[in-house]
């Protein structure tokens, strides 16, 4: 039996508990990034799409870009480091190691990959933004995270993260 996958609500009383500040807007359920470009206008920062994804090891990858990057899969292994070309993980996997669904996928499911087995990289143009929003485990909210308090999220869960040039057209 697995455990169950931590919920929002107690995401954000973690990151309460690390007095770490966030703002959390509620809107309708999002699955795409471009469903979600019509409620982010209202949400300063930089907004998130995570890729899920697998290689041929059986390794898993979380790759948190910008919404607007592309990430060519067909030559984004040499860039994070994978055992030859990777796939996305399956919703079955996306649930076992981060809690979420598809159309929910955050680097805040880190939360709930007690065994590490994700390695979680973020895009640095990404990162050049002050406030990143993310899915606070479901699609129908974003939260938005300063990036210093962002990366001490993850330190806090146990997780170490990388930031690559992901969407630079040299890694793709």
Same mark, same amino acid.
């Given at each position: 039996?697995?455990?169950? !996958?931590?919920?929002?609500?107690?995401?954000?009383?973690?990151?309460?508990?690390?007095?770490?500040?966030?703002?959390?807007?509620?809107?309708? !359920?999002?699955?795409?990034?471009?469903? %979600?470009?019509?409620?982010?206008?209202?949400?300063?920062?930089?907004?998130?799409?995570?890729?899920?994804?697998?290689?041929?090891? #059986?390794?898993?990858?979380?790759?948190?870009? #910008?919404? +607007?990057? +592309?990430?060519?899969?067909?030559?984004?292994?040499?860039?994070?480091?994978?055992?030859?070309?990777? %796939?996305?993980?399956?919703?079955?996997? /996306?649930?076992?190691?981060?809690?979420?669904?598809?159309?929910?996928?955050?680097?805040?499911?880190?939360?709930?990959?007690?065994?590490?087995?994700?390695?979680?990289?973020?895009?640095?143009?990404?990162? +050049?933004?002050?406030?990143?929003? #993310?899915? !606070?485990?479901?699609?129908?909210?974003?939260?938005?995270?300063?990036?210093?308090?962002?990366?001490?999220?993850?330190?806090?869960?146990?997780?170490?993260?990388?930031?690559?040039? /992901? %969407?630079? !057209? +040299?890694?793709?």
């Amino acid at each position: 039996m697995t455990n169950q !996958p931590k919920t929002s609500t107690e995401l954000l009383a973690f990151l309460d508990d690390l007095v770490i500040g966030t703002t959390t807007h509620e809107h309708a !359920p999002v699955f795409t990034v471009a469903e %979600s470009q019509a409620v982010r206008d209202a949400i300063p920062g930089g907004h998130t799409k995570n890729l899920f994804l697998k290689d041929k090891k #059986g390794r898993y990858f979380l790759l948190t870009v #910008g919404e +607007e990057a +592309e990430i060519d899969l067909k030559r984004i292994h040499t860039v994070i480091g994978a055992q030859g070309r990777v %796939s996305f993980g399956k919703p079955d996997a /996306l649930m076992d190691l981060l809690g979420v669904v598809p159309g929910a996928v955050t680097c805040f499911g880190v939360i709930n990959d007690k065994d590490h087995r994700v390695t979680l990289i973020f895009d640095q143009a990404l990162m +050049e933004h002050e406030i990143i929003n #993310g899915h !606070p485990l479901r699609n129908d909210a974003t939260t938005a995270i300063a990036r210093d308090d962002l990366k001490r999220f993850v330190e806090a869960t146990g997780h170490a993260f990388t930031i690559l040039n /992901l %969407s630079a !057209p +040299e890694a793709t």
